[in-house]
């Protein structure tokens, strides 16, 4: 049998068939995705074949194949940082949901994120939410960092979850789609889940890990269907976002504006750095590329995971 996993516990999957049928399933044996250590062998959205089994009247399957992914957003674990915890696979877009205030998200967070997404081609969609609760100053830096996103290619869109702001735009952006949500927690994601789709009815509150601090937390993601042909797969509240081993070349190439810009380098291994004839830094004292967005790129270049764990980033735009 065949069937999409929609939820994990760790050790139980929940895998739902084309004919909507639902079962819990377990892992026969290890699995090992090649080029890939991983916290989780199997994450929601993977396509899976399983068997049934039945024990005591009660019928599990048993998962003996993971098909091809044809994406997936995976991320450094905060603690066990050689290894990856993937997020979610086959997903048609992201929106990565934002906040300026309460709680913060910074652009280094954003950025790692992008990238990425850049890397494993999935669209993502950046949503600046709770404006109907800012004042004019952080509104100001709303439409700056939509600006600075919106040049490089972004979708950009102001929301509301409480007041309803643009929520029908999004909607109508996730027909016939699997999209995850995602972003730190606080910044609204099951609030507005839940504007999208009164019926889910998601847990809103959401719960501090202050306490968890120095232990390796497992978090899942789960998926759902909605009524107007489209599915969601909502994710815990990411506090990190660590960028999984790529080589010092291409992470530039994940930058859009800074691959649309590397033809112009004297050098074709160019890192924009200290090379000399660089296209890259000439257009940053241009200010033809946000800083912002350089600053990233070196934090990227030079594997520095301090920033993605710290929560007291000093935000100097």
Not at 80 to 91: E, M, R
Not at 173 to 183: A, E, H, N, T, V
Not at 255 to 279: D, T, Y
Request: hydrophobic share 35%.
């Amino acid at each position: 049998m065949t069937g999409r996993v929609y939820k994990s516990t760790g050790s139980w999957y929940t895998v739902k068939t084309d004919l909507g049928e639902t079962y819990d399933c377990r892992i026969k044996g290890k699995f090992r995705i090649e080029g890939i250590k991983s916290t989780n062998p199997i994450a929601v959205g993977d396509v899976v074949g399983f068997e049934l089994e039945t024990n005591n009247d009660e019928t599990t399957g048993v998962i003996n194949k993971i098909h091809d992914r044809r994406n997936y957003i995976v991320r450094k674990s905060v603690n066990l940082s050689k290894q990856t915890h993937i997020i979610a696979a086959n997903i048609d877009q992201v929106f990565l949901m934002i906040t300026i205030d309460n709680p913060p998200t910074f652009t280094s967070f954003i950025d790692r994120f992008l990238v990425t997404a850049e890397a494993y081609s999935i669209k993502t969609i950046l949503l600046f939410n709770k404006v109907d609760a800012y004042d004019e100053d952080i509104l100001n830096e709303v439409r700056y960092l939509a600006h600075v996103y919106r040049k490089i290619g972004y979708e950009c869109i102001g929301v509301s979850a409480k007041t309803g702001k643009n929520v029908d735009k999004v909607k109508s952006l996730m027909y016939d789609k699997i999209s995850m949500f995602s972003g730190h927690s606080g910044v609204g994601k099951s609030t507005l889940v839940n504007a999208i789709e009164p019926s889910l009815n998601l847990k809103t509150k959401e719960i501090s890990n202050q306490h968890m601090q120095g232990q390796h937390t497992t978090t899942f993601a789960e998926m759902f269907d909605l009524s107007f042909d489209a599915r969601i797969i909502d994710t815990p509240g990411i506090k990190g976002f660590g960028v999984v081993d790529m080589d010092k070349e291409e992470i530039g190439d994940y930058f859009p504006e800074i691959f649309a810009l590397k033809q112009g380098c004297k050098f074709n291994n160019c890192l924009h750095v200290k090379e000399p004839k660089c296209a890259v830094k000439k257009a940053l004292e241009n200010d033809e590329i946000a800083f912002s967005r350089y600053r990233s790129y070196l934090q990227i270049l030079e594997g520095d995971d301090t920033v993605y764990r710290t929560e007291n980033w000093e935000r100097n735009e």
